[in-house]
Structure formats: C-alpha cells, structure tokens
C-alpha cells in the first residue's frame, strides 16, 4: 500500500499540511535567499576591496572605501521604503505575488551593476548609476525576506516552525558560499585583470539565480493563512495603518532583536573584510583571506542555522535567542583581539565562531519569531518594517560607520569589538521585552501578547 506524498496531513496539534506546497515554499524561498545573500555577499566584499579605486579612484585609499562603503548603506536606507511598498502589496494581494516581484527586481539591479562603466571610463557617472541600482537592489530586497519567512511561516507545520523556517535560510549561506568563493577565487587573479573586467563576472552571472527563482515561483500557491483571510473578507486595505495602530510595541522589539544579528552579520561579512586588506590593517592589500574566511564560515552556518531553529521548537524562541545575543557578546573582545595576530588560521576561526555560532543563534530562532509576532492581517508588513528598519540601523550604517572609525583611529581593532559587543546587548535586552511566540496560531488577527 502506497501513501500520496502531495496529499494533506495533520501536525500533531490538528494543523493541515499539504507536503507539496511545503517542498515548493521551501525551495522558492530557499532560491530567494540564495539570490539575496549572494547580491549581498558581492556588493559587500566588492565594497571592501575594489568599488574604491574603480568608481571613486579621486579620494584617495580611505575615503574611497569610505564612499565605497556609502553606497552599500544606500542600498539598506532603500529597504524601509520597499518593505512599505511591498509589505503592503503582500498583505493586501498576496505573499506570492510580491515574492516574484522583488526577485525579479533584485536580480535586475545587481546584473545591471556588472554592465557599469568605472571612473576612468565615464568619470563620476559609474558612481552615479551604481548608488541609483543599488537604491533599486535595496527595494527589491526590502520585501525579499520578509516575504520568505512569512511564506514559509505560514505552511509549515506549527510544532516544527522552527525547523522548517529556518531552512529556506540555509539559501543565505548557498548564496553566501557562491558570493564569497567567486570573490575568494577571481581576487587570485591579476589585479590590472580583476579591475578591468573580471570583477563584473558575479554580478552578471546573478541572472542564472533569477531566471531559476522566477521559474520556481511561478508555480507556489497562496499560503492557507492568506486564503483563510480572503475566505472570510478579512483583508485589510491599509495593513500600514493597522500595523502602527496596533503593533508599534512588536515592530520595535524585533528592530531590537535584529541589530545584534544584522549588525554582526555585517561586521564579519564586511567590516572585517576591509579591517584585513587594508592598507593599515593586519594583511594589507590581501584580498583572499577574507573572502576565503566567509567561504568557511558559510559551511558550518548553513548546518547551524537549521540546528538553532529546531531548539526554538524544543526550548523556545525566546531562550535560544537570549543565549545566542549573550555567546555574541562574550566573544566580542577576545575574537577580534585574535584577528590582530595576524595568523590566518585564527582569523577563520574568529569568522567560523562569529557568524555559524553567535550570527545564526540569533538567526535560526528569528525566522519564526518575527511572523509569529504579528497578526495575519498585516504580517508581511509587520516582518517587513522590523527587517528593514533594522537593517538600516544595524547593517547599513555598520561599514559606513565603522570604516570612518576605523580611520579615525588607525584601524584599531577595539572598533571592531566595541560595534559588536553594543548590538549584541540590543538584541539580549530585547529579548526580555519579547513574548514567546512557539507554536502560535498564524490564523490569529491579533498580535502575540
């Protein structure tokens, strides 16, 4: 006797579960993911190691990676702004729509940048047309994740929520792996090559993922809870309003939350990049270590992510995510004082532990706990809104900042600890102020209290 795979189950607390839709949110928003980390992965490390002397040669070596670093800003000040956009979309017409919307228009943007001319080519224009793609990348990715979570939230089984939204997650560290072992292995190359034309290479190639996610997409249904909104004229007009009338309380605690995640993900994926192969830092003009560290980290985080997801569904959200916040602040001095040993082995380390131990500790418990937070009326825009601002707050500013700070005190690697250790203890107070949201009813118009 034979079961059919794509019929509905029952989650042991009597929540339907169609396999089929479950296998093609996962994969759509896993695709999605890969996408957006490896934009974001190329811009960043593009940002620490060659946008400076390609786009904005006339400042000399700071303040061209500080300008370089301004760009890669410009792109999180956009995500608010299309996670309005979009979140508003997703909770008045539909998670699916939006989800092939922002694919389309992320991938767009960063093949475009491949197709760009550099300063000695066009003088300032190429600076010009990359902050208008980047501001373009950053809408399209303003609604990116929060439309994966949601996604995923809402068809996953509630009793493994945890598990299951954080595995489309494991697509950041897919894109994390292609973005930094492109760099990692096109920075071998001769830098008169590098700077010519091969740098354009990771941002053309983009167009593969984008054709693939636009296929895949294609074919997901709406989410249950969606439909059990549209069955019962539940549907809001202006899920913004109702966000700020009913929710102000949970968009700031997962602002909260989010600064120690994002703001760390961003040092070790950026910062720390550029503290290495700067002219002052520990391996000047090295433009391998780096990425090669975030190639390595990316392995063991694509297992720890899905690892710290499921101990939300045993322990719940909160406690994982309070320990991972504390473990993201203890390490803070002590790791970046190894980095300035100067031993390679040690800086990989230091990136393993920092992004697969205390970035994905934070993570794993987050992909549920954000949509469960908000009601089902105005969700996408409730997730949306703390993403983003958060992003702005933590990753954006992060590079810019700590680039001028850096040069402010001759690299000093106590920059690097201090920034950490701040948005690690954001994100721990946070908690406190957080309800536990484990196995919540995503049917439910209301806020979890």
């Not at 092939?100 to 300063?119: N, Y």
């Not at 990348?137 to 990116?144: P, R």
């Not at 003009?285 to 499921?310: E, H, R, S, Y």
């Not at 949306?384 to 001759?410: D, H």
Request: glycine share 12%.
């Amino acid at each position: 006797m034979t079961t059919r795979t794509d019929s509905p189950l029952a989650d042991a607390d009597g929540a339907v579960v169609e396999p089929e839709q479950l296998r093609r949110a996962t994969l759509a928003s896993s695709v999605g993911s890969a996408l957006e980390y490896y934009d974001f992965y190329i811009y960043g490390l593009a940002s620490a190691l060659i946008f400076g002397p390609l786009f904005f040669k006339p400042l000399g070596d700071e303040g061209a990676l500080i300008a370089s670093f301004a760009t890669y800003g410009v792109g999180f000040a956009a995500r608010p702004f299309g996670g309005i956009v979009f979140g508003y979309i997703g909770d008045r017409f539909g998670r699916k729509m939006v989800l092939i919307l922002t694919i389309g228009l992320m991938g767009a943007a960063s093949f475009a940048i491949g197709l760009l001319p550099t300063f000695e080519q066009a003088g300032m224009l190429g600076a010009i047309l990359l902050v208008i793609l980047r501001i373009v990348q950053g809408l399209g990715a303003g609604a990116e994740q929060a439309g994966a979570t949601t996604l995923i939230s809402e068809v996953a089984p509630p009793r493994r929520r945890g598990f299951f939204a954080s595995l489309p997650f494991v697509g950041i560290q897919l894109g994390t792996l292609l973005g930094a072992g492109t760099f990692a292995l096109i920075a071998t190359a001769n830098k008169d090559v590098l700077e010519g034309w091969l740098w354009r290479v990771p941002f053309l190639a983009s167009v593969i993922l984008i054709a693939i996610a636009v296929f895949i997409r294609l074919r997901l249904k709406e989410t249950p809870v969606f439909q059990e909104l549209e069955k019962h004229k539940n549907v809001v007009k202006n899920p913004v309003g109702q966000l700020w009338k009913h929710s102000k309380k949970n968009v700031l605690v997962g602002i909260g939350l989010r600064m120690g995640e994002n703001g760390n993900s961003s040092i070790y994926s950026a910062l720390l990049v550029a503290f290495l192969a700067a002219p002052a830092g520990v391996f000047p003009g090295d433009k391998f270590i780096g990425p090669v560290g975030l190639l390595i980290a990316a392995g063991f985080a694509a297992l720890m992510v899905v690892t710290f997801g499921a101990l939300s569904d045993r322990f719940g959200r909160v406690p994982v995510y309070r320990y991972g916040a504390l473990f993201q602040a203890v390490i803070a001095f002590p790791a970046f004082y190894l980095v300035t040993l100067g031993n390679v082995t040690l800086v990989w380390v230091v990136m393993v532990v920092g992004i697969a131990l205390g970035v994905q500790s934070m993570l794993g418990p987050q992909c549920p706990l954000l949509p469960e937070l908000f009601g089902s009326q105005y969700r996408f825009t409730g997730v949306a809104m703390a993403r983003e601002i958060s992003a702005v707050l933590a990753g954006g500013l992060v590079p810019l900042v700590g680039a001028a700070l850096l040069a402010a005190t001759g690299y000093s690697w106590l920059v690097l600890a201090l920034y950490s250790l701040v948005l690690a203890l954001i994100s721990f107070v946070s908690t406190f102020f957080t309800p536990e949201t484990m196995g919540r009813n995503l049917v439910d118009i209301e806020d979890a209290r």
